[in-house]
Protein backbone atom coordinates (compact mmCIF):
# COMPACT_ATOMS: atom_id res chain seq x y z
CA UNK A 1 0.00 0.00 0.00
CA UNK A 2 1.00 3.64 0.01
CA UNK A 3 2.77 4.72 2.49
CA UNK A 4 2.29 8.48 4.10
CA UNK A 5 5.46 9.55 6.40
CA UNK A 6 5.12 12.21 9.20
CA UNK A 7 7.73 14.04 11.23
CA UNK A 8 8.43 14.64 14.08
CA UNK A 9 6.68 11.86 16.00
CA UNK A 10 7.00 14.15 18.79
CA UNK A 11 7.54 17.63 19.47
CA UNK A 12 8.12 19.63 23.02
CA UNK A 13 8.25 22.93 22.44
CA UNK A 14 7.72 26.47 24.56
CA UNK A 15 4.48 28.59 24.73
CA UNK A 16 4.89 31.12 21.83
CA UNK A 17 6.82 29.55 19.56
CA UNK A 18 6.14 28.12 16.46
CA UNK A 19 6.30 24.23 15.04
CA UNK A 20 6.24 22.51 11.97
CA UNK A 21 5.12 19.04 10.83
CA UNK A 22 5.92 17.47 7.61
CA UNK A 23 3.63 14.79 5.55
CA UNK A 24 4.82 13.10 3.06
CA UNK A 25 3.60 10.83 0.75
CA UNK A 26 6.76 8.43 -0.15
CA UNK A 27 5.65 5.84 -3.50
CA UNK A 28 2.56 8.29 -4.90
CA UNK A 29 1.54 12.02 -5.57
CA UNK A 30 -1.06 13.23 -3.52
CA UNK A 31 -2.20 15.91 -4.77
CA UNK A 32 -4.71 16.11 -2.12
CA UNK A 33 -3.63 15.73 1.78
CA UNK A 34 -5.87 16.04 5.35
CA UNK A 35 -4.81 17.69 8.33
CA UNK A 36 -6.36 15.98 11.79
CA UNK A 37 -6.13 16.87 15.22
CA UNK A 38 -7.09 14.09 17.75
CA UNK A 39 -7.57 14.83 21.66
CA UNK A 40 -7.51 12.26 23.87
CA UNK A 41 -10.33 9.60 23.99
CA UNK A 42 -11.56 11.70 20.98
CA UNK A 43 -11.94 11.25 17.41
CA UNK A 44 -10.34 12.56 14.58
CA UNK A 45 -10.90 15.94 13.84
CA UNK A 46 -10.61 17.46 10.30
CA UNK A 47 -8.85 20.29 10.53
CA UNK A 48 -7.92 21.83 7.35
CA UNK A 49 -7.45 19.82 3.55
CA UNK A 50 -4.58 20.54 1.72
CA UNK A 51 -4.59 21.18 -2.33
CA UNK A 52 -1.19 21.28 -3.88
CA UNK A 53 -0.18 24.67 -5.53
CA UNK A 54 -3.49 26.29 -3.71
CA UNK A 55 -4.80 27.50 -0.24
CA UNK A 56 -5.82 25.21 2.10
CA UNK A 57 -9.33 24.76 2.63
CA UNK A 58 -10.28 25.42 6.41
CA UNK A 59 -13.13 23.44 8.60
CA UNK A 60 -15.22 26.03 10.51
CA UNK A 61 -13.68 26.92 13.51
CA UNK A 62 -9.77 26.47 13.01
CA UNK A 63 -7.75 29.70 12.58
CA UNK A 64 -6.13 30.03 9.19
CA UNK A 65 -3.61 32.31 10.40
CA UNK A 66 -2.46 29.93 13.67
CA UNK A 67 -2.54 26.75 11.84
CA UNK A 68 -0.60 27.63 8.37
CA UNK A 69 -0.55 24.34 6.24
CA UNK A 70 1.81 24.66 2.99
CA UNK A 71 1.41 22.19 -0.02
CA UNK A 72 4.05 22.85 -2.63
CA UNK A 73 4.75 20.13 -4.29
CA UNK A 74 3.07 16.53 -4.95
CA UNK A 75 4.63 14.89 -2.13
CA UNK A 76 5.19 17.36 0.92
CA UNK A 77 2.85 19.50 2.98
CA UNK A 78 3.79 21.45 6.28
CA UNK A 79 1.22 22.15 9.00
CA UNK A 80 2.35 25.02 11.20
CA UNK A 81 1.43 25.71 14.36
CA UNK A 82 2.40 29.50 15.11
CA UNK A 83 2.99 31.02 18.47
CA UNK A 84 1.78 27.81 20.01
CA UNK A 85 -0.21 28.18 23.73
CA UNK A 86 -0.59 24.54 25.92
CA UNK A 87 -3.94 23.94 24.25
CA UNK A 88 -2.49 23.44 21.11
CA UNK A 89 -0.90 20.64 23.09
CA UNK A 90 -2.47 17.35 20.46
CA UNK A 91 -1.92 14.75 18.46
CA UNK A 92 -1.62 16.17 14.51
CA UNK A 93 -2.26 13.39 11.69
CA UNK A 94 -2.07 13.76 8.08
CA UNK A 95 -3.40 11.56 5.15
CA UNK A 96 -3.38 11.61 1.97
CA UNK A 97 -5.75 9.75 -0.60
CA UNK A 98 -4.07 6.87 -2.32
CA UNK A 99 -4.57 6.23 -6.28
CA UNK A 100 -6.99 3.23 -5.07
CA UNK A 101 -10.46 3.01 -6.57
CA UNK A 102 -11.57 2.94 -3.03
CA UNK A 103 -10.69 6.25 -2.00
CA UNK A 104 -8.81 4.97 0.87
CA UNK A 105 -6.93 7.01 2.88
CA UNK A 106 -3.58 6.89 4.35
CA UNK A 107 -2.12 8.28 7.18
CA UNK A 108 1.04 9.26 8.23
CA UNK A 109 2.23 8.09 11.90
CA UNK A 110 1.19 11.23 13.71
CA UNK A 111 3.01 13.97 15.66
CA UNK A 112 1.67 14.69 19.48
CA UNK A 113 2.95 18.11 20.33
CA UNK A 114 3.20 19.02 23.45
CA UNK A 115 3.26 22.99 24.45
CA UNK A 116 4.24 23.52 27.69
CA UNK B 1 -26.76 17.61 10.29
CA UNK B 2 -24.73 14.61 9.74
CA UNK B 3 -24.11 11.87 12.01
CA UNK B 4 -22.34 8.78 12.79
CA UNK B 5 -23.19 6.43 16.21
CA UNK B 6 -21.22 3.61 17.26
CA UNK B 7 -20.54 2.52 21.40
CA UNK B 8 -18.38 4.24 22.82
CA UNK B 9 -16.34 1.14 24.36
CA UNK B 10 -17.04 -2.53 24.34
CA UNK B 11 -15.48 -5.76 26.71
CA UNK B 12 -14.70 -9.32 24.79
CA UNK B 13 -12.87 -12.34 25.72
CA UNK B 14 -9.86 -13.36 24.01
CA UNK B 15 -10.72 -15.81 21.17
CA UNK B 16 -14.15 -14.35 21.29
CA UNK B 17 -16.20 -12.80 18.77
CA UNK B 18 -17.54 -9.32 18.88
CA UNK B 19 -19.56 -6.98 16.90
CA UNK B 20 -19.29 -3.46 16.72
CA UNK B 21 -22.39 -1.60 15.42
CA UNK B 22 -22.24 1.66 13.16
CA UNK B 23 -25.21 3.88 12.21
CA UNK B 24 -24.97 6.59 9.91
CA UNK B 25 -26.98 10.05 8.50
CA UNK B 26 -25.06 12.00 6.06
CA UNK B 27 -25.82 14.02 2.73
CA UNK B 28 -25.16 11.40 0.12
CA UNK B 29 -23.29 8.14 0.35
CA UNK B 30 -19.75 7.11 -0.80
CA UNK B 31 -18.52 4.23 1.11
CA UNK B 32 -18.21 3.59 4.65
CA UNK B 33 -14.59 2.93 5.93
CA UNK B 34 -13.41 1.10 9.47
CA UNK B 35 -9.77 2.11 10.65
CA UNK B 36 -8.16 0.59 13.62
CA UNK B 37 -6.28 3.01 15.87
CA UNK B 38 -4.06 1.71 18.91
CA UNK B 39 -3.21 4.29 21.51
CA UNK B 40 -1.19 6.84 20.45
CA UNK B 41 -1.21 5.81 17.19
CA UNK B 42 -2.31 6.63 13.76
CA UNK B 43 -5.33 5.18 11.82
CA UNK B 44 -4.49 1.94 10.03
CA UNK B 45 -7.35 0.74 6.98
CA UNK B 46 -9.23 -2.34 7.72
CA UNK B 47 -12.39 -2.29 5.18
CA UNK B 48 -14.72 -0.35 2.83
CA UNK B 49 -17.81 -1.08 1.87
CA UNK B 50 -19.94 0.81 -0.92
CA UNK B 51 -22.58 -2.34 -1.81
CA UNK B 52 -24.64 -4.18 0.92
CA UNK B 53 -23.73 -7.15 2.09
CA UNK B 54 -20.58 -8.71 3.46
CA UNK B 55 -16.89 -8.51 2.99
CA UNK B 56 -14.80 -10.99 5.18
CA UNK B 57 -11.23 -10.64 5.23
CA UNK B 58 -9.41 -12.88 7.20
CA UNK B 59 -10.75 -12.48 10.66
CA UNK B 60 -12.37 -9.51 10.25
CA UNK B 61 -15.98 -8.82 8.59
CA UNK B 62 -17.92 -5.62 7.68
CA UNK B 63 -21.45 -5.77 6.28
CA UNK B 64 -23.53 -2.94 4.95
CA UNK B 65 -26.75 -2.18 4.79
CA UNK B 66 -27.72 1.50 3.39
CA UNK B 67 -31.44 1.59 3.34
CA UNK B 68 -30.80 1.59 7.04
CA UNK B 69 -27.82 3.38 7.39
CA UNK B 70 -26.12 0.50 9.14
CA UNK B 71 -23.02 -0.69 9.40
CA UNK B 72 -20.76 -3.36 11.30
CA UNK B 73 -17.22 -4.56 12.19
CA UNK B 74 -17.04 -8.21 13.28
CA UNK B 75 -14.00 -9.73 14.75
CA UNK B 76 -13.71 -13.56 15.29
CA UNK B 77 -10.99 -15.24 17.09
CA UNK B 78 -10.30 -12.10 19.13
CA UNK B 79 -6.15 -11.80 20.00
CA UNK B 80 -5.08 -9.50 22.51
CA UNK B 81 -3.57 -7.17 20.05
CA UNK B 82 -6.86 -6.35 18.75
CA UNK B 83 -7.52 -4.34 21.87
CA UNK B 84 -7.59 -0.60 20.17
CA UNK B 85 -10.24 1.95 18.95
CA UNK B 86 -12.53 0.86 15.61
CA UNK B 87 -13.49 4.04 13.74
CA UNK B 88 -16.08 4.52 11.52
CA UNK B 89 -16.02 6.67 8.41
CA UNK B 90 -18.54 7.29 5.59
CA UNK B 91 -17.59 9.37 2.38
CA UNK B 92 -20.64 11.75 1.68
CA UNK B 93 -21.66 13.31 -0.93
CA UNK B 94 -18.79 15.33 -1.48
CA UNK B 95 -16.52 13.15 -1.03
CA UNK B 96 -15.77 14.07 2.57
CA UNK B 97 -14.82 11.69 5.10
CA UNK B 98 -17.31 11.72 8.05
CA UNK B 99 -15.68 10.33 11.36
CA UNK B 100 -17.51 8.61 14.37
CA UNK B 101 -16.04 9.03 17.22
CA UNK B 102 -14.43 5.39 17.77
CA UNK B 103 -15.08 2.52 19.69
CA UNK B 104 -12.90 1.37 21.91
CA UNK B 105 -12.57 -2.59 22.29
CA UNK B 106 -10.94 -4.22 25.26
CA UNK B 107 -9.93 -7.73 24.88
CA UNK B 108 -9.64 -9.97 27.97
CA UNK B 109 -7.58 -13.01 28.57
Known amino acids: GAVVSQHPSWVICKSGTSVKIECRSLDFQATTMFWYRQFPKQSLMLMATSNEGSKATYEQGVEKDKFLINHASLTLSTLTVTSAHPEDSSFYICSARGDTDTGELFFGEGSRLTVL | ?109
Open chain 2, 1 to 109: GQNIDQPTEMTATEGAIVQINCTYQTSGFNGLFWYQQHAGEAPTFLSYNVLDGLEEKGRFSSFLSRSKGYSYLLLKELQMKDSASYLCAVMDSNYQLIWGAGTKLIIKP
